[in-house]
């Protein structure tokens, strides 16, 4: 099954309630996405398919859509490009034509948080102003410095187009995780002051935080119990001393363990980057967590977080949303207005994605 079409589509081009009825969720689309049907993803040997539009060029899922336009690698950038408003041509350039990123192809989804990563900060980073003035909130103090930023642990450099592994997380891996197959430890976000901070973001767009659970693992994967995550992680680490940084006298109901690793990660990096400062940073969508207020998720992560890290710590862990980086780096700058357009329109679950006006 193949599509020509090569449009991007916002909140205002969808309608939640023809998804639900299992129409083609484009308003006033007239396909019949039942007698269509587009390859999604290998089960047990088996092919699995769901409903697709030829005319809008997406994949129809039960909670969204995927942008998809035939089976090829060259229908895959075309699929992608539509997802990607800044930059397409770096992404296509040095990850999709090289294995830089494990699941790369998948950045053709609506829900995807490394789409929606790389299209705000790379469009961040080409306004270097805009990138100092979020740096300085996060820091709580003023950079002169310039700022490096890495994705999917590798450095975003659109000038000379090229994409290069941050060295302290290739040492940090070696010694920390030499065994683990599937998959390292790689914060989504990195913004780097060479010998001076280290801020590591943890991204979230539609999903949640996941926690610690006492199960086992598979051989080659990293461990998902608390108590043996704090021994690989604290117990065993020579680069930091980690019992001068957290506290687990007090453990938290929930761990949040991908939380815990970019903080142990962040301080480990930030030693190997000179002894620089480190900072470990949650992005969350607040108005996915205005609709799900009083769930789980919407607990207040910043005081679990902080009560296992020890007083002098504890505010190098900061809580941020993607409408408080529209509200302190975008709103009102000129140059910036693509950015704030994506932002207004992008959208989730076929609805609006964030809380900006
Ligand atoms: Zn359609």
């Known amino acids: 099954m193949k599509s020509n079409c090569t449009i991007s589509f916002s909140r205002n081009d969808l309608q939640k309630t023809r998804l639900w009825r299992g129409e083609c969720p484009i308003k006033n689309c007239a396909v019949n996405i039942k007698q269509h049907k587009a390859p999604f993803q290998k089960?047990?040997?088996?092919?699995?398919?769901?409903?697709?539009?030829?005319?809008?060029g997406i994949r129809i899922h039960k909670n969204g859509f995927v942008y998809y336009n035939g089976s090829s690698p060259a229908d895959l950038i075309t699929a992608t490009?539509?997802?990607?408003?800044?930059?397409?041509?770096?992404?296509?350039?040095?990850?999709?034509?090289?294995?830089?990123?494990?699941?790369?192809?998948?950045?053709?989804?609506?829900?995807?948080?490394?789409?929606?990563?790389?299209?705000?900060?790379?469009?961040?980073?080409?306004?270097?102003?805009?990138l100092k003035r979020l740096v300085d909130d996060i820091l709580k103090r003023h950079i002169k410095d310039e700022i490096e930023l890495y994705l999917w642990g590798g450095r975003i450099d659109l000038k000379n187009n090229s994409f290069v592994q941050y060295k302290p997380l290739v040492e940090v891996r070696k010694h920390l995780e030499p065994d683990i197959k599937r998959f390292g430890t790689e914060p989504d976000?990195?913004?780097?002051?060479?010998?001076?901070?280290?801020?590591?973001?943890?991204?979230?767009?539609?999903?949640?935080?996941?926690?610690?659970?006492?199960?086992?693992?598979?051989?080659?994967?990293?461990p998902k119990g608390e108590l043996k995550l704090i021994e690989r992680?604290?117990?065993?680490?020579?680069?930091?001393d980690a019992d001068e940084m957290f506290d687990f006298s007090n453990m938290p109901k929930l761990f949040y363990e991908q939380l815990?690793?970019?903080?142990?990660?962040?301080?480990?990096?930030?030693?190997?980057?000179?002894?620089?400062?480190?900072?470990?940073?949650?992005?969350?969508?607040?108005?996915?967590?205005?609709?799900?207020?009083?769930k789980s998720e919407s607990m207040p992560i910043m005081r679990?977080?902080?009560?296992?890290?020890?007083?002098?710590?504890?505010?190098?862990?900061?809580?941020?949303?993607?409408?408080?980086?529209?509200?302190?780096a975008v709103e009102g700058n000129e140059e910036l207005v693509n950015l704030a357009w994506y932002l207004k329109n992008k959208s989730l679950n076929c609805g609006r994605a964030f809380n900006i006006l």
């Open 43 to 56: 089960y047990k040997g088996k092919m699995r398919y769901l409903p697709f539009c030829p005319e809008h």
């Open 233 to 240: 992680y604290c117990k065993r680490n020579k680069l930091i």
């Open 260 to 294: 815990f690793r970019n903080i142990v990660f962040a301080a480990s990096m930030a030693k190997l980057e000179g002894n620089a400062d480190w900072y470990v940073v949650n992005l969350r969508n607040q108005h996915v967590m205005n609709l799900k207020r009083g």
């Open 81 to 130: 490009k539509r997802n990607l408003m800044f930059y397409s041509d770096y992404y296509v350039a040095n990850f999709l034509k090289k294995s830089n990123k494990m699941e790369s192809a998948r950045l053709c989804y609506e829900s995807s948080e490394d789409a929606v990563s790389y299209n705000v900060f790379t469009e961040l980073l080409s306004n270097g102003v805009a």
């Open 304 to 328: 679990n977080i902080r009560s296992i890290l020890k007083p002098k710590y504890k505010k190098r862990f900061v809580h941020l949303t993607w409408e408080g980086i529209y509200n302190k």
């Open 189 to 222: 976000i990195m913004l780097v002051i060479p010998k001076k901070v280290v801020i590591c973001i943890e991204a979230k767009f539609g999903s949640k935080n996941p926690i610690a659970k006492e199960q086992e693992e598979s051989s080659g994967e990293k």
